[in-house]
Nanobody, 126 residues
Framework: QVQLVESGGGLVQAGGSLTLSCVASVRIFSMNAMGWFRQAPGKDREFVAAISRTGISTRYDDSVKGRFTISRDNSKNTVYLQMNSLKPEDTAVYYC???????????????????WGQGTQVTVSS
C-alpha cells in the first residue's frame, strides 16, 4: 500500500511563500503522475496542480497559475508544491495524491487518484 506523507504547511502572511513536500513510500515513484489538492473549511476538495511521471508536463488550476509551481524529484520519491504570493483564500488543508497508472495529466480528475496523504494545513493571514 502506498503511503504519502506531506510536510511544510504552516502560518504565513499574505504575500508570503511556502513549499510543501510529499514523500511517497513506493518502489517505483516515477510510474505515476502526482497531484496536489486542497480543501478549505466548508468547501469541497479541489484540484490545485498535477505533474506527469517524468515531471516534464504540469497543469494548474487557474486560481494558482503563475503563483504555484509543482515539481518532483523521482530519485527522492518526492513531489513539491512551491507557493508564492499567497492569499488568504489559499487557506486550506493541502493533500498530495497519486494518480492511477497510465493516466495523463491533461484530463485528471479527483477520481483518477487512488492514494492520498493525510494533509498539511496552510493558513494565510491578511
Amino acid at each position: 500500500q502506498v503511503q504519502l506523507v506531506e510536510s511544510g504547511g504552516g502560518l504565513v502572511q499574505a504575500g508570503g511563500s511556502l513549499t510543501l513536500s510529499c514523500v511517497a513510500s513506493v518502489r517505483i515513484f516515477s510510474m505515476n503522475a502526482m497531484g496536489w489538492f486542497r480543501q478549505a473549511p466548508g468547501k469541497d476538495r479541489e484540484f490545485v496542480a498535477a505533474i506527469s511521471r517524468t515531471g516534464i508536463s504540469t497543469r494548474y488550476d487557474d486560481s494558482v497559475k503563475g503563483r504555484f509551481t509543482i515539481s518532483r524529484d523521482n530519485s527522492k520519491n518526492t513531489v513539491y508544491l512551491q507557493m508564492n504570493s499567497l492569499k488568504p483564500e489559499d487557506t486550506a488543508v493541502y493533500y498530495c495524491a497519486r494518480a492511477l497508472s497510465g493516466r495523463g495529466i491533461a484530463t485528471l480528475k479527483e477520481l483518477d487518484f487512488d492514494s492520498w496523504g493525510q494533509g498539511t494545513q496552510v493558513t494565510v493571514s491578511s
